[in-house]
């Protein structure tokens, strides 16, 4: 009873503005939106079958907040009173989905339309007793999310107020309960309620504070920023394959270098890369230059539509903190290319405790590496057989990646780039200058062929071309 009364008291302090129970509505008037203009037919198609039903439905969200920004919206979601049992009964092309929240996939071929249930907030302690409904942990983490509510319930619930917008197609007019129409105008990201204890429920609407921020330009809002840096640590109780998702969303939506440098000011890299983490505060300006760089590639290719990997991303934003392990292998006797394996294996499987990177992307980022301590090994038939390889173009195309960021290779590089497009009769000269070079400089070398190598200390440096 004591706790309740706590807390009882406590929630007027922790609310940043009162909730708004009558929305501010923009008529056809005071907005741009059209149920015929850049919104998908199946999108209107379930809203209006859904209130032909008698239920209320409406566009809701991001799409709601894109095409206020004139930006092209990357897909429709709908919030509905409909349960989602209610909502599956209607369509037979859709499929209820998800035990922490619950909802529903209405499927027009390869385009997915989400309706979720209108949802309320979390009842307060002891009130919450259905855990089939609703589950936090200690931290106050909301680890199953269904309980249902009204229209204004659901606003209130959710996360930022550009994202709590309801269209409602038939009158073509939007409702706006957060005044995210305001924030929108005036380029803020601000959480509805009070910022820490809406990070305490779901750590990961940091991550998308910074993701929207990066996407559309907006400032995250003081208040919403002020307990970011102190609660990033949370990120941790996220599970790995929840986390893996969010990066994808992060680093692949074309603004990965402006989603990266939030990252770091509000210190929410270290929890998501702690070992890249620890190698920036090491070699900063090496590891910057490298990561930063690789992000700027991968928005460009998404610029032009060309495809991305995760695998290259995570083998980029991994890299720094690889050499360092392949040193202290090799100072214990390891020669370079089984040190590079097992530092790999090492550092992979301390990642995927963080982001559970699937095996179909970290057997690919090994490769990558792999082809690092590969490559400079180009005498006689390797380097066709290396050219001929499938992970060829990724080895290359990140090693020109690492000479960007100021690894020594000895012009590496620009040979494999002169190989490629090389005639066979020129490749032959190449290969035939690469071995002169190599027994005018080392004839003792050649003596000690097969005999125990000798390596530096720095994996990122290419090893001699007799080996």
Same mark, same amino acid.
């Given at each position: ?67 206020? %920004? ?6 429709? +979601?709908?919030?509905? *009173? !409909?349960?989602?049992?209610? /909502?599956? $009964? @209607? ?59 009204? %229209? ?6 959710? +996360?930022?107020?550009? *994202? !709590?917008?309801?269209?409602? /197609?038939? $009158? @073509? ?295």
């Amino acid at each position: 009873m004591l706790k309740k009364l706590f807390q009882t008291l406590r929630l007027p302090l922790r609310r940043a503005r009162p909730p708004r129970t009558t929305p501010e509505v923009l008529t056809s008037r005071q907005h741009p939106l059209r149920r015929g203009q850049r919104i998908s037919r199946h999108a209107v198609s379930v809203v209006e079958r859904l209130q032909q039903a008698g239920y209320q439905a409406y566009l809701v969200g991001g799409c709601v907040r894109d095409l206020l %920004l004139d930006l092209e919206p990357k897909d429709f +979601d709908v919030a509905t *009173n !409909a349960t989602p049992e209610q /909502v599956r $009964a @209607e369509f037979r092309n859709a499929r209820v989905i998800g035990r922490r929240f619950k909802l529903v996939h209405v499927h027009f071929g390869r385009e997915i339309i989400e309706v979720a249930t209108f949802r309320a907030q979390h009842p307060q302690g002891d009130e919450e007793v259905d855990s089939a409904q609703a589950a936090r942990n200690e931290s106050g983490r909301i680890l199953r999310d269904n309980v249902y509510g009204t %229209l204004e319930d659901d606003a209130q619930r959710r +996360d930022f107020t550009i *994202n !709590a917008l309801y269209f409602d /197609v038939t $009158a @073509e007019r939007i409702l706006d309960y957060a005044r995210g129409v305001h924030d929108i105008r005036n380029r803020l990201i601000r959480l509805i309620g009070d910022p820490e204890q809406r990070y305490l429920e779901d750590p990961v609407r940091m991550l998308r504070a910074v993701r929207f921020a990066a996407k559309l330009g907006f400032e995250i809002e003081k208040h919403t920023a002020a307990p970011i840096p102190k609660l990033a640590p949370m990120l941790r109780e996220i599970p790995p394959a929840r986390l893996f998702d969010e990066v994808l969303k992060l680093f692949l939506s074309g603004y990965a270098e402006r989603t990266y440098q939030l990252l770091l000011q509000y210190d929410l890299f270290a929890p998501l890369f702690p070992a890249s983490a620890a190698a920036l505060e090491q070699n900063p300006e090496y590891t910057h230059r490298l990561i930063r760089q690789a992000l700027i590639n991968t928005d460009e290719r998404i610029r032009l539509g060309k495809p991305v990997t995760p695998a290259f991303l995570f083998a980029a934003l991994l890299w720094p903190a690889l050499p360092a392990r392949v040193a202290r292998l090799q100072e214990h006797g390891m020669p370079p290319i089984p040190a590079l394996q097992e530092a790999a294996h090492e550092l992979i499987s301390e990642q995927c405790q963080r982001i559970a990177v699937p095996k179909r992307f970290t057997i690919p980022i090994r490769e990558i590496w792999d082809m690092q301590e590969r490559l400079p090994r180009r005498i006689g038939k390797r380097a066709d057989l290396l050219l001929e390889s499938p992970r060829f173009r990724a080895g290359y195309d990140f090693l020109l990646l690492r000479e960007s960021a100021g690894d020594d290779t000895g012009g590496l590089g620009a040979w494999w780039t002169a190989y490629q497009e090389a005639s066979d009769s020129v490749r032959r000269q190449m290969i035939r200058e690469l071995s002169s070079k190599d027994a005018g400089e080392g004839g003792q070398r050649k003596r000690r062929r097969g005999g125990r190598r000798r390596r530096g200390s720095n994996a990122a440096t290419p090893v001699s071309d007799d080996q």
